[in-house]
């Protein structure tokens, strides 16, 4: 089979130095001097105090995590859900800095951070099988991204370019490190034709993406809950392997890289809502490595089997 069509590079052209694009050079710039400055816990405390002020500008936003949780876990008490709100607006403000470090720090410091536990890629990079790594929109995404890659172990990404060139000109060479290639994540065929050319493929099955190509199955407490049916789709044609994957932050400030179980033994692919339901299981089981550090600030139930009820959950 052919190689993958990847996405295409963006080229410099002097049109990116429009003053209308000045303050995203700018920005960029300062967040790229910012990380390469500061020591490692500086840039800590420096993201989440951001975080925590950036949560009184974000009512709605707050609104939609304390929904999110109540949803989610109806066993918490009041009080704790303001508390993991609180704990999720501070890694918020860290994820913004962990976009920095990962876009901008040389390999050699970026490795210094990365606890490597990818051997099953290993494996089945050896014997030459495609990968669907399945991970999950924790907060510090990127930097799990880059890992793979400094680990040596790159993959494909889904990719979705920025409309503000300058920006996708930045984006695009922050993600495509270390040997790490995209894709575009509307190009099913390119991200079979991945998994069949015994490459590893990262896919995030863990978020609303409304009514096309998805069934409703429990996830966490609830019940009804709209869940991709892409990853059976891909497994299905490509006949990969499937593993779990996760990246977070630990209490020591290192990130521990995981991608240590293969569940394409017993995926049951050919039934689009017991596959979406067990895939469910696994992701909630990454997620609650670290909860904290999840995307709680998007609304990942407001779809409902009658459309015409979406968003009612957050009303």
């Not at 840039?43 to 009184?56: D, I, K, S, W």
Request: charge should be positive; charged fraction near 20%.
């Amino acid at each position: 089979m052919s190689n993958p069509t990847t996405v295409e590079k963006p080229t410099f052209s002097i049109r990116l130095l429009h003053p209308k694009y000045w303050g995203v050079w700018l920005g960029f710039g300062l967040l790229a001097l910012v990380v390469n400055v500061l020591p490692y816990r500086v840039l800590f405390y420096l993201g989440r105090g951001l975080g925590a002020m950036a949560r009184p500008v974000a009512k709605s936003r707050a609104a939609i995590a304390k929904r999110n949780f109540e949803l989610a876990f109806p066993q918490l008490s009041a009080e704790e859900v303001e508390s993991r709100v609180e704990e999720n607006f501070k890694n918020t403000g860290m994820a913004l800095i962990e976009t920095g470090i990962a876009w901008f720090w040389p390999t050699w410091r970026f490795k210094r951070i990365i606890n490597d536990h990818v051997d099953e890629i290993r494996r089945h990079r050896q014997e030459g099988k495609g990968v669907l790594l399945c991970c999950v929109h924790a907060l510090n995404l990127e930097i799990t991204a880059r890992a793979f890659g400094v680990l040596g172990v790159p993959g494909f990404g889904v990719y979705r370019p920025h409309s503000n060139p300058v920006y996708e000109f930045i984006q695009y060479r922050g993600r495509a490190q270390n040997g790490n290639q995209l894709v575009y994540r509307r190009d099913l065929k390119q991200m079979i034709r991945v998994l069949r050319n015994g490459e590893m493929l990262f896919y995030l099955p863990d978020q609303d993406y409304g009514h096309n190509k998805s069934v409703f199955v429990p996830f966490f407490a609830v019940e009804e809950a709209c869940t991709t049916t892409g990853t059976s789709l891909l497994a299905y044609t490509s006949q990969c392997a499937i593993v779990t994957g996760s990246g977070f932050r630990n209490a020591s400030g290192q990130y521990d890289v995981i991608a240590n179980q293969s569940i394409e033994a017993d995926y049951p692919q050919n039934d689009h809502v017991a596959a979406a339901t067990y895939m469910n299981k696994f992701i909630e089981e990454i997620i609650l490595k670290a909860p904290e550090q999840w995307l709680w600030l998007h609304k990942r139930f407001k779809s409902l089997p009658d459309e015409s009820l979406t968003n009612s959950r957050y009303q």
